[in-house]
């Protein structure tokens, strides 16, 4: 298995067209495993491991490819078992069986499952997929992989991939591992641009907006939209970090509640 | 024990044409060796309880776009009536035009709905760059949805364009694991798929609230 790094800010090959603005570095990512999988060869094994801190944007980049790749989206939690996660499935792919949902044995639900996601052709993104570890079901995700030979992308917090080399036999069928990446001076700008709210953002303050989130895109939204918020009130038409001055940031160190 | 049924359907309300691949998909199934695969326009029709024309028509377009094809005997040739499944698709009816090409019509709505369903909370603006639809589009879906209740509202927006804060919107918990997107028809209504229902219409809460105050009046509500 190789391990491939994106660089930032550049878009992976054959983004979908149309677009208005450049996607964000982690939604590169996502595209560049979409990719990787529907070029896959006859022999290729057919999952991908996407991983990276909490608040990397990796699920706005999964909501990126539910909605221009037809991909069916599945979030763990705690709660899941093998038998809940069959009927998650069932539910995500929409089946039913004489207009309710399908009933059965987790074989029977199992080879459902795996039959629409052979014939559909869709890609199956499993979010949160550290649950499917800690409750040891990554056999059972490695069995409907076996069956219906689809693209399936597991995303995780970044000590995942570690995590995963236990299951040799799953670990084969992984055919890359990706890493999503800190927020960067580029997404900043991006972000920014597309809030387009008549107020401008000098660099130093984007930059120091950068260094507080600690790669975090969610912290960074946040700052962005606490900033724009106040522009609004005090009619700003541009703000640099000497303006800002000593207001209030959401820091990195800082504990949060909910988040 | 009972036979289980052995092709498994889409689940939520069904078009003509949905129904017309659901019959396909039965009469395919050569799981139980009585049947060769092959089937006939009219056994569609009685299948699905779907009109003659409707079916004649659909299947016109599943031969173009290459999902069905001429059922071949042996010893007579090409039988230019009979049909059988070349390439099945899954659960959802292939949707194309007579000459084979995919309709696009909906895929808007379809990718809206998988993005607000994966998301957090998000602004229309999010959602439509998300999405890759127009922002007025959002703005438009996002409204509707949100008076059927199936989006919460988060914080209200105020103002329109540059200044303006834009409504940041959540799904609703109990709506977030529908997969087929709710759609607003050209009645102005939402409809949603799942339970093929209406579930929202214009004027409807009013009448609710003006029929709760008959009620509190003492009059008779028949």
């Known amino acids: 298995m190789t391990e491939n790094r994106v660089s930032g800010g550049v878009p992976a090959n054959g983004l979908p067209e149309g677009g208005q603005i450049a996607p964000l570095t982690n939604i590169a990512v996502i595209e560049q495993a979409i990719f990787q999988l529907a070029d896959r060869g006859a022999t290729d094994p057919g999952m991908m491991v996407v991983s990276g801190p909490s608040g990397y944007g990796k699920s706005v980049a999964a909501a990126w490819a539910k909605a221009r790749h037809r991909a069916y989206y599945l979030q763990l939690d705690d709660f ?38 052979h014939q559909s052709r869709r890609p199956l993104i499993i979010d949160e997929f550290d649950f499917a570890i800690d409750k040891n079901l990554v056999m059972a995700v490695f069995s409907i992989y076996e069956m219906s030979r689809a693209s399936i992308i597991l995303i995780g917090e970044e000590a995942m991939p570690a995590k995963l080399k236990r299951w040799e036999k799953f670990d084969g069928r992984v055919l890359d591992t990706l890493y999503a990446e800190p927020v960067s001076l580029e997404d900043a700008r991006r972000l920014a641009r597309a809030k387009n709210a008549g107020l401008t953002l000098a660099d130093d303050l984007l930059a120091h907006l950068v260094t507080i989130a600690k790669g975090s895109v969610r912290r960074l939204s946040n700052n962005l939209r606490k900033i724009f918020e106040t522009g609004a009130a005090e009619g700003w038409d541009h703000c640099d970090l000497a303006r800002w001055g000593d207001r209030p940031l959401q820091q990195a160190d800082v504990k949060r509640r909910g988040s | 024990m009972s036979r289980q049924p052995a ?23 050569v799981s139980d060796f ?52 070349a390439k099945n698709n899954g659960v959802e009816a292939p949707r194309v035009r007579r000459d084979g090409s995919p309709v696009t019509q909906g895929r808007g709505t379809e990718a809206m709905w998988g993005a ?44 329109t364009g540059r200044g303006g804060i834009a409504s940041v919107w959540r799904c609703a918990l109990v709506h977030k694991h529908k997969p087929r997107a709710p759609m607003v028809t050209r009645l102005k209504v939402v409809y949603d798929p799942n339970v093929h229902a209406i579930v929202w219409q214009p004027g409807a809460a009013d009448a609710a609230d003006a029929a709760a105050d008959q009620i509190d009046l003492g009059e008779v509500v028949e």
């Open chain 2, 116 to 159: 607000i369903t994966a998301l957090d909370t998000f602004t229309h603006a999010e959602l439509a760059q998300i999405a890759n639809v127009k922002p007025a589009t959002a703005a438009n879906y996002c409204g509707f949805l949100g008076r059927a209740g199936y989006l919460d509202l988060v914080r209200a927006g105020h103002g």
């Open chain 1, 80 to 117: 899941v078992s093998k038998k809940s996660l069959l009927v998650q499935l069932c539910q995500v792919l929409g089946l039913s069986v004489d207009g309710k949902p399908p009933k059965g044995t987790i074989q029977q639900l199992a080879e459902r499952v795996a039959a629409q996601l």
């Open chain 2, 7 to 29: 092709v498994v359907a889409l689940a939520g309300g069904k078009s003509a044409r949905q129904r017309v691949w659901e019959a396909i998909r039965l009469l395919s199934d």
């Open chain 2, 34 to 85: 009585l049947t060769d695969g092959s089937f006939l326009v009219d056994d569609l029709s009685r299948k699905s309880k779907v009109e003659l024309p409707i079916v004649r028509e659909y299947v016109r377009c599943l031969m173009a776009a290459g999902y069905l094809q001429w059922a071949s005997t042996d010893d007579r040739g090409p039988v230019k009536n009979r049909y059988v499944l």
